[in-house]
């Protein structure tokens, strides 16, 4: 019983990231309720349960059946996973707040190729309540902010998330981060990229944070 309400609480996180991606900071994210955006009926109960709702309205609207894309009901599922990973003291505290951070910079990420830098604030000042600020951390964040004055085709925001992973990792699980993300952003850019275009980088580097930790627990 645990587990399943962790996973759910964590799957409920996932769908309110959904929502923040889709209407922050253009839009409020408390009004108006949750809607189609095609049909713009309002969403009951019945309509929100995460995961479920995709699976019994067929990952469809069910007033005008409009799909919903799939990335929402991933996002539940890895988010719900992320804490009952935690409910099994797999993970620790500030692992779950780093893993929840990486979801959600990556899919703003995704859709605009930033994010907003508030939220990149907010994640690491709390994070920094439990890791105080050390050399690699900052000197990642000159290079951002680097990033940020000058076209080095890197964005700011990667070498920023960098520096937040880096209060809790040494330099060698940086490293290795930076590689797989790379190796991985190569074979993307190799299978489904035709022509030489900018792409999201944030999922890499936090597909290659996610490597690092499970390579700790087996």
Known sequence: MKLILFFMLGASLGSFFGLVVDRY????????RSHCNKCYNCLTMRDLIPIFSRI??????RFCGYPIPLRYS??????????TGFALDLLTTSQVCLLFMGVLL???DLQDQSYPLTLWIGFTFLLMFIYPLNLISLILFLFGIFAAL????IGSGDFFYLATLALSLNLQQIIWIIQIASLLGILYSL???K????????????????IIIFSHLI
């Open 191 to 193: 299978l489904f990229q």
């Open 195 to 210: 022509h030489k275009e900018p792409f999201a980088f944030v999922p890499f580097l936090f597909l290659g944070h996610l």
């Open 106 to 108: 990556s899919l703003y």
């Open 25 to 32: 900071p253009q839009k409020s994210i408390i009004f108006p």
């Open 56 to 61: 019994i309205n067929k990952n469809s609207c």
């Open 74 to 83: 991933l996002v539940e599922l890895l988010c719900g996973l992320i804490s």
């Open 150 to 153: 000058k076209n080095i085709n």
